[in-house]
Nanobody, 122 residues
């Protein structure tokens, strides 16, 4: 599956933003999906993940309660709704896919999108 993330830009602290990741290829509904991010000078880290059915979601502690991952299988798209944004959320955000289940582990994911950058200004 090929992935392409959209939705980056510049947002003020406290604002909201929704990232989208569109997938091409077959069997999108069989894939678990994840969002990861990489801030300048830091390693890439887990943000959120959702299982193939959407019934299981998991979040990093740093975004729990502020971010929501969801998917629309008919549109082959996964979303990351981000609320109450903080400057420390500034990063390049990547979507990724793996077969079936959700996972927090970067190494579990086979396919990666190119990343989308957004900046939260204070």
């Amino acid at each position: 599956v090929q992935l392409q993330a959209f939705g980056g830009g510049l947002v003020q602290a406290g604002g909201t933003l929704r990232l989208s990741c569109a997938a091409s290829g077959r069997s999108f509904s069989n894939y678990g999906l994840g969002w990861f991010r990489q801030a300048p000078g830091k390693e890439r880290e887990f943000v959120a993940t959702i299982s193939w059915s959407g019934s299981n979601t998991y979040y990093a502690d740093t975004v729990k309660g502020r971010f929501t991952i969801s998917r629309h299988n008919a549109k082959n798209t996964v979303y990351l709704q981000m609320n109450s944004l903080k400057p420390e959320d500034t990063a390049v955000y990547y979507c990724a896919a793996k077969w079936y289940g959700a996972s927090r582990r970067e190494s579990d994911f086979d396919s990666w999108g190119q990343g989308t950058q957004f900046t939260v200004s204070s």
